[in-house]
Antibody, heavy 122, light 107 residues
Framework: ITLSESGPTLVKPTQTLTLTCTFSGFSLTTSGVGVGWVRQPPGKALEWLTLIYWDDDRRYNPTLRSRLTVTKDTSKNQVVLTMSSMEPVDTATYFC???????????????WGQGTVVTVSS | DIQMTQSPSTLSASVGDRVNITCRASQSLSTWVAWYQQKPGKAPKLLIYEATTLATGVPSRFSGSGYGTEFILTINSLQPDDFATYYCQQYVTYLLTFGGGTKVEIK
């Protein structure tokens, strides 16, 4: 399993960020499969953002829910994250990750992309 | 939100030492806790899930214990490759949360 994030490295305040996670080694049409996004501000801890499942069930961090949208394109093996109203505090490394298969409520991530650094600055 | 509090935040140890990292939750998690290792500039790596189950390919010197609100990650005989930052994560609710991290440094 491999995942790779892509998108802009610099966005201006108030803009919308769009990141793409391109993956291989699994399919988002397989029952139980999910892809999540996690971010990490410089020198700080990890923060979970969202998770999308094979059946299009989507879960969001409630504190960021109004700003986040996650979608999937199974034909391209991609998951897209959009985050609106970006501010300097959103400066972070953004990771996408594969949810380890398992029964509810197992939501842990067993494969990760390398991460993409996003800076929010005017 | 469930708060995950890790201690210590930094730990100095030598190769061969046994180290314990603690994670305390603000409410009961049963065994729904995972541990990750992260090295500078790299993505986290899953070590343990369901509090005690070793992820595939993880060396047996790593072990996890705990139930409810207190969990421990133990590294037996610390190796040079183990100097990194470790995070706990709870998944009893859909607001997944991580601990603040414990950096294991060379003494």
């Amino acid at each position: 399993i491999t995942l790779s994030e892509s998108g802009p490295t610099l966005v201006k305040p108030t803009q919308t960020l769009t990141l793409t996670c391109t993956f291989s080694g699994f399919s988002l049409t397989t029952s139980g499969v999910g892809v999540g996004w996690v971010r990490q501000p410089p020198g700080k801890a990890l923060e979970w953002l969202t998770l999308i499942y094979w059946d299009d069930d989507r879960r969001y961090n409630p504190t960021l829910r109004s700003r986040l949208t996650v979608t999937k394109d199974t034909s391209k093996n991609q998951v897209v994250l959009t985050m609106s109203s970006m501010e300097p505090v959103d400066t972070a490394t953004y990771f996408c990750a594969h949810r380890m298969l398992g029964d509810y409520p197992t939501i842990v991530f067993d494969s990760w992309g390398q991460g993409t650094v996003v800076t929010v600055s005017s | 939100d469930i708060q995950m509090t890790q201690s210590p935040s930094t730990l100095s140890a030598s190769v061969g030492d046994r180290v314990n990292i603690t994670c305390r939750a603000s409410q009961s998690l049963s065994t729904w806790v995972a541990w990750y290792q992260q090295k500078p500039g790299k993505a986290p790596k899953l070590l343990i899930y369901e509090a005690t189950t070793l992820a595939t390919g993880v060396p047996s010197r790593f072990s996890g214990s705990g139930y409810g609100t207190e969990f421990i990650l133990t590294i037996n005989s610390l190796q040079p490759d183990d100097f990194a930052t470790y995070y706990c994560q709870q998944y009893v609710t859909y607001l997944l949360t991580f601990g603040g991290g414990t950096k294991v440094e060379i003494k």
